[in-house]
């Protein structure tokens, strides 16, 4: 196996270190505060580097972890938003995990696996993280929901989400393709 994990294996000791180094990034960027400013009003929450990456790379159980990691630990455990951050946080880095060995990693051609990987992207950014935080605050904290979104509708709610979310999702996508790029193709091998 040269070193190399059996390519069933969800757990092994290297994708939890590699997960734990991953969650412990996205972890402390989000504790101090780190966010890369794009526009006037808009910044790069950093975490989501990581937890795409991460997830990407160890595999599902390394996403699930990755992404409890990434949630806000300044806020109380038991706040609502919070929660639903952590709860779509991990369902993101489930879903990272395992789509990407299985549809894009597996690309014989670079350019393909790109494209696809932004599609994985877009996918966690506008259905798992954005839908899956406002369907959650809709249909199981609703006062949390009127408080976030105000008088708006269900789908005014995601479409507003959507919107600020798209300039992090593009830059997002942009600095992971590079760094996919850059990585060694033995290095963009998903660990499971």
Do not use: C
């Not at 000791?13 to 960027?29: E, N, P, Q």
């Amino acid at each position: 196996m040269n070193g190399r994990q059996n390519d069933n294996t969800l757990v092994s000791k290297r994708i939890i270190l590699m997960a734990l180094g991953f969650g412990s990034a996205a972890l402390l960027v989000k504790t101090i505060g780190l966010s890369i400013p794009i526009f006037d009003t808009v910044g790069l929450d950093p975490r989501e580097l990581f937890v795409t990456l991460g997830a990407a790379l160890t595999g599902p159980i390394g996403g699930i972890l990755i992404g409890f990691m990434a949630r806000d630990w300044s806020t109380p455990v038991l706040h609502v938003g919070s929660l639903i951050s952590q709860a779509v946080h991990i369902a993101s880095g489930l879903w990272m995990g395992y789509t990407y060995k299985k549809l894009a990693y597996r690309q014989k051609n670079f350019p393909q696996l790109l494209l696809r990987w932004s599609i994985l992207v877009a996918v966690y950014y506008y259905l798992i993280l954005v839908l899956g935080y406002v369907l959650i605050a809709y249909t199981l904290a609703r006062v949390y929901f009127e408080e976030t979104f105000g008088g708006r509708s269900f789908g005014q709610a995601y479409v507003d989400l959507a919107q600020a979310a798209t300039p992090e999702l593009i830059i997002t996508v942009v600095i992971t393709a590079i760094i996919l790029a850059i990585l060694p193709p033995k290095s963009r091998r998903p660990l499971w």
